[in-house]
């Protein structure tokens, strides 16, 4: 019989195979296909053992001596064949004897022996084909090769029985007992077989590997036992523990899309360059020195450093070690308190990289500007329980609603730009306090305290926030009069200077356009709009006025008849509060500064018939950004990238803003001018701290005032510039 993979087209290939990705799956075949083993011949042990009681010696007493003796040989070359193939695979190079050994002459014992790896191996496939086809068809990609013969696939049933051959070709075992153990691995590697796909199809969809690819058929004892909630689709999921069946809601079916999952599979590929930049060693690899640490055994040291509180760390910007560095110097501190001997503790790929991320994540947001030491040292009590999130569900960082995601950006949230100066901030960092004293206690791998506690600490911001938001509002609607206030002003000043010209007008005249006829233009502007029929009245009053000027300038003698009718000019003073017998006065100055001027005679500087104007208070001046010229030229200096960034933030947006302290303070999109498109910038308090254009915001960004995220939340931001650390330190950036 021959066996062939299921996979029947051709495969995209990489150029040479993926180390670490096959580092992790390495780990995941022998973790569980050696355990599988040790327990088949265990079971046989009880089988022989039962026989030899019966007085059947063939298989009895006998044959139990010989396993017994044989049994811990059997596994290490079993675990070592495993090891050899994988190890091949990295070197590109193929099994020694390949298919066509089945062609030469076969003993008898060999020829059983075949025989008994193709019956395991159809056993095997007939309750796990459908996994173990698209486990295939994404190992080939990851190996760098095409479609791998069955004798060359170390996650198929061929190779593991044939590798179980092996270990037993040199030993002095009975051909019967032989037969038997295969039978006896036969049912433990079909229950084991059932994890590994899963396992593994999962890792490397995660890694960008094929994620279209879907399983169907039956389903995996193991994934039958655990029941729904542990068994997901391979490609939506990213932690090597699998789906963790307590992920509540909706988060746990949330599909991670194919760029999602390529970019971390690249951000994980950059991780080693890192590494090196910063002297930290590397996650073990099948040659690493010393024993790998299970993935539990770590757990429960992180748990140790969790609970034990004697833990500190400082951001890499404060201190001489990285957040990294840090944290394994810590963990190798808590290992030895459990036993663990060594000076350093040896994780495997999966391990070493969730390990890694997390700590480059805190790094990078305790880093920030935006929070001073206390709420770094608040949000560095977290580490530990992000580092065991991340160990067992990678999707962490894929998952944009995982659980634990929300609850750091919510922390931020709060936190951001919060030095307790109002009592109502020393409120919300008191109840910060609360959450993170609540999540070191009671954060016990079960992920549903992260959404609890996000949940009650976004209620009891959404309840602090509420006292904030008629200040906003009050805050926008003074802008938006502002700027409509403004705005009207423009217009009148340009209509009047379009109308006044060149003209040198006398004082009285003077002043009354500038004074009187330009605030009455401006509230009829608010009120009714340019163009308005009052408007336009005003504006006909005002060239009546002007032609008046003008004739008595050329000493035409009508020109005190330009004045009537006067229905517009006694609007204009009207709106200045010049009533009666004040608005009479006042046209009568305007005919004597006529006259004067018919007759040649010099214009008065003043004349107290014309009333004083009343006007409505000026706005408060507005905060001035400090801008930078371009030398040469009036241009502002900015770069372009940032202006187009800064473009695109809408109402909602945050930004930070440095304040004249130095520290910067989160500032909100609070309105956007439809007049001049200046941005208004509130506090969380709905106070007002800048209004400014695009423009003027690029400036500032380029003088280190104003920092744009990369990301919509805290957690994106960070991550944004983890990647650009680690395009850094490999050399991409």
């Not at 990369?710 to 991409?732: I, N, P, Y």
Request: some cysteine; glycine content about 8%; aromatic content about 4%.
């Amino acid at each position: 019989m021959n066996f062939r993979s299921p996979a029947e087209s051709p495969i995209p290939m990489p150029s040479r195979a993926n180390g670490p990705l096959l580092d992790a799956l390495q780990k995941h075949v022998i973790d569980r296909a050696v355990p599988a083993l040790d327990r088949a011949l265990a079971d046989l042990d009880d089988y022989l053992f039962d026989r030899s009681q019966s007085g059947e010696e063939s298989l009895g007493l006998m044959a139990l001596r010989d396993m017994r003796r044989a049994r811990g040989e059997i596994i290490q070359r079993f675990r070592q064949a495993v090891l050899n193939r994988f190890r091949g695979l990295r070197a590109g190079s193929a099994v020694g004897d390949g298919d066509d050994a089945g062609l030469s002459l076969l003993s008898d014992q060999d020829l059983e022996e075949q025989l008994a790896v193709e019956q395991l191996a159809a056993a095997v496939l007939r309750t796990h084909a459908s996994a173990f086809e698209v486990a295939s068809k994404r190992f080939s990609v990851v190996a760098g090769q095409g479609e791998l013969p069955p004798l060359e696939n170390p996650l198929g049933p061929v190779f593991l029985a044939s590798a179980l051959g092996q270990a037993m070709s040199k030993l002095d075992l009975e051909p019967d007992l032989r037969i038997v153990v295969f039978k006896f691995f036969e049912r433990e590697l079909t229950s084991a077989l059932g994890d590994i796909y899963e396992r593994c199809n999962t890792l490397m969809a995660a890694a960008g590997i094929l994620p279209e690819l879907r399983t169907s058929g039956r389903v995996p004892p193991r994934a039958a036992r655990a029941g729904a909630g542990a068994a997901q689709a391979p490609s939506a999921a990213g932690g090597h523990e699998g789906p963790p069946a307590n992920l509540d809601g909706g988060a746990a079916a949330m599909p991670i899309s194919g760029a999602e999952q390529a970019e971390f599979a690249n951000m994980l590929g950059m991780l080693q360059g890192w590494r090196s930049a910063m002297g930290l060693a590397a996650p073990a690899g099948p040659a690493g020195a010393g024993p790998v640490l299970p993935t539990q055994d770590l757990m429960s040291i992180l748990s140790l450093m969790q609970h034990d509180g004697s833990a500190r760390f400082t951001p890499a910007g404060e201190a001489e070690q990285s957040l990294a560095g840090q944290l394994r110097q810590q963990m190798t501190q808590s290992a030895r308190k459990l036993g663990v001997r060594g000076d350093n503790i040896n994780l495997d790929g999966l391990d070493g990289d969730a390990v890694d991320l997390v700590a480059l994540l805190f790094d990078v947001l305790l880093d920030g500007p935006q929070y001073d030491t206390q709420i770094r040292q608040k949000i560095g009590r977290m580490l530990v329980p992000y580092v065991k999130v991340a160990v067992k569900d990678r999707r962490m960082f894929m998952l944009k609603e995982h659980p634990a995601r929300k609850l750091l950006n919510t922390v931020a949230e709060a936190c951001e730009g919060n030095r307790g100066e109002a009592p109502q901030e020393r409120e919300l960092l008191t109840r910060v306090d609360h959450t993170i004293d609540r999540l070191v206690a009671e954060f016990n791998e079960d992920v549903a305290i992260f959404e609890t506690l996000e949940q009650e600490l976004r209620a009891y911001m959404a309840q602090h926030r509420k006292r904030f938001e008629l200040a906003e509002k009050r805050t926008a609607e003074a802008q938006r009069g502002r700027e409509r206030l403004e705005h009207a002003r423009k217009v009148a000043a340009e209509d009047l200077d379009r109308l006044r010209a060149d003209r040198l007008l006398p004082p009285v005249i003077g002043d009354f356009l500038s004074r009187h006829a330009s605030h009455h233009l401006t509230q009829v502007a608010l009120r009714d709009g340019r163009g308005a029929p009052r408007y336009e009245e005003a504006l006909r009053a005002v060239e009546q006025l002007l032609a008046a000027f003008d004739e008595a300038a050329a000493g035409v003698a009508s020109a005190s008849a330009a004045l009537q009718p006067d229905d517009g000019l006694r609007a204009i003073l009207a709106s200045a509060g010049c009533v009666g017998e004040a608005t009479q006065a006042a046209l009568d100055a305007l005919r004597d500064a006529l006259s004067r001027l018919l007759a040649g005679q010099a214009a008065l500087e003043d004349d107290a018939r014309m009333p004083v104007q009343v006007a409505a208070a000026e706005p408060a001046p507005e905060p001035e950004p400090q801008l930078e010229v371009v030398a040469g030229s009036a241009s502002l200096d900015y770069d372009a990238a940032m202006l187009e960034r800064i473009r695109k933030l809408q109402i909602g947006d945050w930004i930070q803003l440095a304040a004249a302290d130095g520290h910067f303070a989160p500032a909100k999109v609070s309105w956007i001018s439809p007049i001049s498109a200046r941005l208004l910038l509130v506090n969380r308090r709905g106070i007002r701290v800048l209004v400014a254009s695009v423009e003027e915001l690029a400036v500032m960004a380029k003088l280190d005032r104003v920092i744009v995220r990369d990301g919509e939340t805290a957690f994106e931001d960070a991550m944004h510039q983890v990647v650009g650390r680690l395009q850094s330190a490999s050399g991409k950036g």
